[in-house]
């Protein structure tokens, strides 16, 4: 931890990257941040790695991660970084539990791999999700486990479960998802079983990937069907004190923290002063919750897609919020850019791995007065501002937020005003 000295063992160096492997042997003198982990299983989950670290004490070191990536590129030197907003719940805030299958001591267990392996560990107990997921994941193991459900092997390809993928919403009910190799016998019968032992529990859905590799879902046609109950299940995010409410299939992508994702999307939306003569473009906008937040705001608003699944919850959350001036395009970011003719205001929200040059591309082409960036990892947020600025797209300060306590993630917002003729 920072400020420590301590006695470990270099275990591996990699080839690829400045980068190498210790194990922790003895702490000599350790930081007076340092803190009792809550959960039992810190230090053998790859999850909350920084569990043992006081909490202000995480958001000063996030802050201090934005900043040494934006630090390494001259162009950005000038760019200060804001204090990490906290999250409202520094436990108990996932919505989403992701759980591989697997047989420990003679029975059926849901857990998360260790770090660098894939030995999995039992997940019971776990402090960070939502309080119904943990109760609803110890219940789906019993009868799964009763039912002589038998997890995936992936040396020798035999059983059924891969994974079980947990939804809670904001009125604490569940959408369970089991991935699987091959269908389940009596699927059907256990969905009901599942559903009638925890009355959370509003639809169980069974998803079929055949797949060898780590993918969790699948993206092949018709290889998901309801077994008992609701195939998807409805959020809701007070952005700003305006409720927005989110439809969420089993395998669309939204934000694991709820409560930090609305200051996010509050932020966003203050930041950019929407004019209702807008035409509002949100690159890589998953199942529409900034483009939502944003619409009744805006003449008119549209949000781009790779993921079917996403667009059309995105599409079928408008509807439920009675926004008809929102429009989701399932396409490649940059080929569906490509196709307008011009934007007032752009949101870029990419995965891990940023924006692609294509896409900044078109941003700059379509010539908006401001870009909102939120990202998910500072040194590709740092590479795709400095291209930015290079191209007359410039913003003084990012915000970090703490979307993930306990682990080493942070999301980062900059808003990038028009300084040069595009």
């Known amino acids: 931890m920072p400020g420590e000295r301590v006695a470990a063992v270099v275990e ?24 009792s982990p809550a959960c039992r299983a ?74 660098r392996s ?28 009763q039912a002589g459900v038998r997890p995936y092997d992936e040396a020798t390809l035999t059983g059924e479960l891969r994974h079980v993928v947990l939804r809670a919403n904001h009125a604490a009910e569940v959408l369970a998802v089991l991935i699987v190799a091959r269908p ?3 699927a059907e019968a256990l969905g009901r079983r599942l559903r009638e032992a925890r ?3 509003v639809g169980v859905v069974e998803h079929l990937n055949r797949g060898r590799g780590n993918v969790l879902f699948s993206d092949a046609g018709d290889n998901e069907r ?22 969420l299939s089993p395998g669309a992508f939204f934000q694991a923290n709820r409560g930090v994702a609305a200051l996010a999307y509050a932020a966003i939306g203050r930041a950019l002063s929407v004019r209702s003569t807008d035409r509002v473009v949100d690159a890589y906008c998953g199942v529409g919750g900034i483009a939502l937040a ?23 959350s408008a509807a439920r919020n009675g926004i008809t001036n929102a429009r989701f395009v399932a396409a490649d970011a940059s080929a569906a850019l490509a196709k307008l003719d011009r934007a007032d205001l752009v949101v870029l929200n990419p995965p891990r791995k940023g924006c692609a040059p294509a896409v900044l591309d078109e941003v700059v082409r379509l010539a908006p007065r401001a870009i909102a960036y939120l990202s998910c990892d500072p040194d590709t947020l740092a590479r795709d501002l400095a291209l930015l600025a290079a191209r007359g797209y410039r ?13 080493p993630h942070v999301e980062a917002l900059a808003i990038l005003w028009r300084s040069a003729p595009a």
């Open 12 to 35: 591996h160096v990699s080839r690829q990257a400045l980068a190498a492997w210790a194990k922790l042997d003895l702490v000599e003198v350790p930081s007076p941040a340092r803190r």
């Open 42 to 115: 810190f230090g053998l989950c790859g999850g909350c790695l920084l569990q043992h670290l006081d909490g202000n004490a995480q958001l000063v070191w996030k802050q201090a991660r934005v900043a040494r990536a934006l630090g390494a590129r001259p162009e950005l030197a000038e760019v200060r970084v804001e204090a990490c907003v906290a999250s409202p719940h520094p436990l108990g805030y996932r919505n989403k539990s992701k759980l591989v299958a697997a047989r420990a001591g003679g029975r059926l267990v849901l857990g998360g791999y260790a770090p």
């Open 118 to 145: 894939h030995d999995v560990v039992d997940l019971a107990g776990c402090r960070i999700a939502e309080p119904p997921l943990d109760e609803t994941a110890a219940a789906s193991r019993a009868i799964l486990d």
């Open 184 to 186: 389940l016998p009596d």
């Open 199 to 201: 009355p959370e529990i």
């Open 226 to 247: 309801s077994l008992d109950g609701a195939g998807a299940i409805e959020d809701r995010l007070d952005v700003g004190g305006r409720a927005v409410r989110v439809t």
């Open 294 to 316: 944003l619409a009744p705001d805006a003449a008119e608003v549209v949000g781009v897609e790779s993921h079917e699944g996403a667009v059309a919850s995105a599409a079928a």
């Open 395 to 407: 913003g003084d300060a990012v915000t970090p937020f703490d979307m993930l306590p306990h682990t």
